[in-house]
T-cell receptor, first 112, second 113 residues
Framework: ETGVTQTPRHLVMGMTNKKSLKCEQH?????MYWYKQSAKKPLELMFV???????ENNSVPSRFSPECPNSSHLFLHLHTLQPEDSALYLC???????????FGPGTRLTVL | GESVGLHLPTLSVQEGDNSIINCAYS??????FIWYKQESGKGPQFIID?????DKRQGQRVTVLLNKTVKHLSLQIAATQPGDSAVYFC????????????FGSGTRLQVQP
């Protein structure tokens, strides 16, 4: 276990649904990240939160909406997704400005 | 036909042999490099890292080599074991304050018993 948990582990949703992915870290870190890992591309950075402020939005469509209510929790709100958004969504955490990122197990998302 | 998934280079080795996994990085300004291991159904797991002021770093059974001249990174695994079978990713970072990682596409390591 890395100290980063993600729920749910698997999610199937229709294109008109609204759902949220949750990430929680128990490592005392203050930076959190969302990555997308799809079958046809390398791991892609989506969002970075440092000290609860969003410091990076890597040209992600607005149908993905992150939320970081405190340094231990990170959410990814999903609405009107497309089938090509099906992927493994990984959360990671680190110390702000630190190097090593610790990853959660991911949420396997399937959009029908 | 269309490929089902990302085509990963595969390295197949015999148990007990040494493995070398290579990675070419793109940004000459990158100053931090890291190797991750990802087993099926799990998130990436840290293996070893190295800063640009070094050219070699050793861990337990693993060594990372950095050649900044040709922008090349390698991961050496000594006495490879079946539990080492996984996909290995290198990643680079160039902004101390940002520290967001840019990942390579990965190499699949298969260890034959």
């Amino acid at each position: 276990e890395t100290g980063v948990t993600q729920t749910p582990r698997h999610l199937v949703m229709g294109m008109t649904n609204k759902k949220s992915l949750k990430c929680e870290q128990h490592l005392g870190h203050n930076a959190m990240y969302w990555y997308k890992q799809s079958a046809k591309k390398p791991l892609e950075l989506m969002f970075v939160y440092s000290l609860e402020e969003r410091v990076e939005n890597n040209s992600v469509p607005s149908r993905f909406s992150p939320e970081c209510p405190n340094s231990s929790h990170l959410f990814l709100h999903l609405h009107t997704l497309q089938p090509e958004d099906s992927a493994l969504y990984l959360c990671a955490s680190s110390q702000a400005g630190g190097d090593e990122q610790f990853f959660g197990p991911g949420t396997r998302l399937t959009v029908l | 036909g269309e490929s089902v998934g990302l085509h990963l280079p595969t390295l197949s080795v015999q148990e007990g042999d040494n493995s070398i996994i290579n990675c070419a990085y793109s940004n000459s300004a990158s100053d931090y490099f890291i190797w991750y291991k990802q087993e099926s159904g799990k998130g990436p797991q840290f293996i070893i890292d190295i800063r640009s002021n070094m050219d070699k770093r050793q861990g337990q059974r693993v060594t990372v080599l950095l050649n900044k001249t040709v922008k090349h990174l390698s991961l050496q695994i000594a006495a490879t074991q079946p539990g080492d079978s996984a996909v290995y990713f290198c990643a680079e970072s160039f902004d101390t304050g940002r520290r967001a990682l840019t990942f390579g596409s990965g190499t699949r390591l298969q260890v034959q018993p």
